[in-house]
């Protein structure tokens, strides 16, 4: 700062010095009561409130905007989230959602009679449809037929018995001679059909069978081959209480039945005492005979359920973990798990029941009574009954 600067600053501090000295006597409440009157003040008080006033309500207008955006949102996603899982639902392939519809079904009838009654959808290019959930039929109503096949598994080493099941009049010259339509739907998951161009000839009253082969019929002199079309055979017409099948040529000779040479008439197996485990390959999944001699006991036949022969597709149905004992009651087979088997609420458990069922009809009983479990009900059966055991096995409904 300048000397002429200090100078100046000097000056006037001296000329404040020399003011006469003023004193207001008032209290402070006068005070702020003159203040607080004056109109100038309250009309600046006034328009400072209303020149903020569109301020603040723009800003909680913004603020409520902001708030309320996320609950538009959600509501919105969740209004299209619902709209798509809708569509999912109606885009979801038939046979999905259908089994999945059978099997809450049969769980909220659990502890019913068992009903295996059908009344099957049209299918698009099918004549058939399969039960998704259940491997076996335990009975069907009056107006409906079971009609008995069976087809080679892709190794050719054992049958896959089928029971096919229509409704109105019945017709078994009509259906056995039709059969290759309606196996043909199972061909690229299983064996060869053995009755190409085979026409049958069958006597309703007393089921007798005539079998009529073309003349350049052939088996290509396999024996494995011949024995396959034997147990076929039996798989289709025993259960009508047949006993044996005339054989023809076209023209009315003896058959030339490659390798046992020329035949008339072949005679039917009696149902073996058989296992049963699954048969998975593709989009089949059916119970196949694992037949026995008469010296393997039903005990035995059960253990053997227990293992796999994947590289004929051919799996368990027992968990390697159930323990059980067998007892036999007249025509019940009682079938006791042990104190520390654990037998859940599942898939495996339905078809490991429905294979041991099928697997005492080849036995010769009755009923199965499955004792020591905590389970009530698997699928649609009551444990704490005996069981029936099924009229057939490997069910599908045809279209009428």
């Known amino acids: 700062m300048s000397d002429q600067d200090q100078?100046?600053?000097?000056?006037?501090?001296?000329?404040?010095?020399?003011?006469?000295?003023?004193?207001?006597?008032?209290?402070?409440?006068?005070?702020f009561s003159?203040?607080?009157?004056?109109?100038?003040?309250?009309?600046?008080?006034?328009?400072?409130?209303?020149?903020?006033?569109?301020?603040?309500?723009?800003?909680?207008?913004?603020?409520?905007?902001?708030?309320?955006?996320?609950?538009f949102f959600n509501t919105d996603t969740r209004q299209i989230s619902e709209e798509d899982s809708m569509n999912e639902a109606y885009d979801m392939p038939m046979d999905e959602t259908?089994?999945?519809?059978?099997?809450?079904?049969?769980?909220?009838?659990?502890?019913?009679e068992i009903n295996r009654e059908s009344a099957p959808a049209e299918q698009e290019n099918s004549q058939m449809e399969t039960v998704n959930e259940s491997l076996v039929v335990h009975h069907v109503s009056q107006d409906q037929n079971i009609y008995f096949a069976g087809i080679p598994d892709l190794q050719a080493q054992y049958v896959i018995p089928i029971a096919f099941i229509n409704s109105g009049e019945r017709d078994l010259q009509g259906f056995y001679n039709n059969m290759d339509e309606y196996l043909g739907e199972l061909n690229s998951d299983t064996g060869e059909y053995l009755f190409e161009n085979v026409e049958f000839e069958i006597d309703h009253s007393s089921y007798e069978v005539a079998m009529a082969l073309p003349n350049d019929f052939s088996l290509n002199g396999s024996a494995a081959t011949a024995n396959m079309f034997e147990k076929i055979l039996s798989e289709m017409f025993r259960p009508y209480g047949t006993e044996k099948v005339t054989i023809h040529t076209d023209?009315?000779?003896?058959?030339?039945?490659?390798?046992?040479?020329?035949?008339?008439?072949?005679?039917?197996?009696?149902?073996?005492?058989?296992?049963?485990?699954?048969?998975?390959?593709?989009?089949?999944?059916?119970?196949?005979?694992?037949?026995?001699?008469?010296?393997?006991?039903?005990?035995?036949?059960?253990?053997?359920?227990?293992?796999?022969?994947?590289?004929?597709?051919?799996?368990?149905?027992?968990?390697?973990?159930?323990?059980?004992?067998?007892?036999?009651e007249n025509n019940q087979l009682n079938f006791r798990f042990s104190e520390d088997t654990d037998f859940t609420e599942g898939r495996d458990s339905l078809d490991m029941i429905e294979a041991v069922l099928m697997t005492a009809k080849s036995y010769g009983y009755k009923q199965v009574k499955f004792e020591n479990t905590e389970q009530q009900h698997i699928g649609p059966y009551n444990l704490t009954e005996p069981l029936p055991v099924p009229e057939a096995v490997n069910p599908i409904y045809l279209n009428d």
């Open 7 to 31: 100078n100046d600053q000097r000056e006037i501090i001296d000329k404040l010095k020399g003011l006469p000295q003023i004193q207001d006597t008032r209290n402070k409440k006068e005070v």
């Open 251 to 328: 023209n009315g000779e003896p058959a030339e039945f490659d390798p046992f040479g020329d035949i008339d008439e072949m005679q039917l197996q009696e149902m073996t005492p058989s296992g049963y485990k699954l048969y998975e390959l593709g989009n089949t999944k059916m119970l196949i005979q694992i037949p026995h001699n008469d010296q393997t006991s039903i005990e035995e036949a059960i253990q053997g359920m227990k293992e796999d022969e994947a590289e004929l597709h051919v799996f368990k149905t027992v968990p390697e973990d159930i323990q059980f004992t067998i007892e036999q």
């Open 98 to 112: 259908s089994e999945n519809y059978s099997y809450e079904q049969e769980q909220e009838s659990a502890g019913q």
């Open 34 to 71: 003159q203040i607080s009157s004056h109109p100038d003040l309250k009309r600046r008080k006034i328009n400072r409130k209303k020149k903020w006033m569109p301020i603040v309500s723009a800003t909680a207008a913004a603020l409520f905007l902001i708030l309320l955006l996320p609950v």
